[in-house]
């Protein structure tokens, strides 16, 4: 699948439907103490870099990476919308932030995920690319229905 990935700047219309899609489904299935999804606003932060992957016309999904410190960032946001599921969205997205990571020279990407059956495929995900699992970072603390995880990267 030819997938473009770029950097959004969060003003289009595709974007805020499939964000409010992913807030709205993250409600369905965490407790809001445990929900740490950002919305438009948050994600417009200038410690966050946003990207959309796009078939054509298509808005398929959307991941964020936040500066955390100069060696250390957080992936947020990653999101596939749920018709594209299953097609390489995801890895793709995961592969572009991480590469970004390492331009930026950071050592360390950790990222909070649900601990939930419904987000199994996501710690799949993040595991098959070497995250393990790790204590809560940056402003989280424990909770139950979370899972933090985390990669050292290797530098170029």
Same mark, same amino acid.
């Not at 999904?61 to 955390?68: I, P, V």
């Not at 957080?74 to 299953?86: F, L, Y």
């Given at each position: 699948m030819v997938l473009d990935i770029r950097e959004d700047d969060l003003r289009g219309r595709e974007?805020?439907?499939?964000?409010? #899609?992913?807030?709205a !489904?993250?409600?369905?299935?965490?407790?809001? =103490?445990?929900?740490?999804? !950002?919305?438009?606003d948050a994600l417009r932060a200038p410690d966050v870099t946003f990207w959309t992957a796009w078939r054509d016309r298509d808005l398929l999904? #959307?991941? #964020? !990476?936040? =500066?955390?410190n100069s060696r250390h960032g957080?992936?947020?946001?990653?999101?596939? +919308?749920?018709?594209? +599921?299953?097609q390489g969205v995801a890895r793709r997205m995961l592969e572009h932030i991480m590469a970004e990571a390492v331009r930026r020279g950071y050592r360390q990407v950790s990222l909070e995920t649900g601990s939930m059956v #419904?987000?199994?495929p996501a710690r799949a995900l993040y595991r098959r690319y070497g995250f393990? *699992?790790? *204590?809560?970072?940056?402003?989280?603390?424990?909770?139950?229905n979370s899972t933090f995880m985390t990669l050292t990267?290797?530098?170029n």
């Open positions: 974007i805020a439907e499939l964000l409010q #899609a992913h807030l !489904l993250m409600a369905t299935l965490s407790p809001p =103490e445990s929900t740490h999804a !950002l919305d438009l999904g #959307a991941g #964020a !990476l936040k =500066e955390l957080e992936i947020k946001s990653m999101h596939t +919308r749920a018709a594209a +599921r299953g #419904a987000f199994a393990k *699992p790790c *204590p809560p970072f940056a402003d989280y603390g424990d909770d139950p990267l290797k530098p």
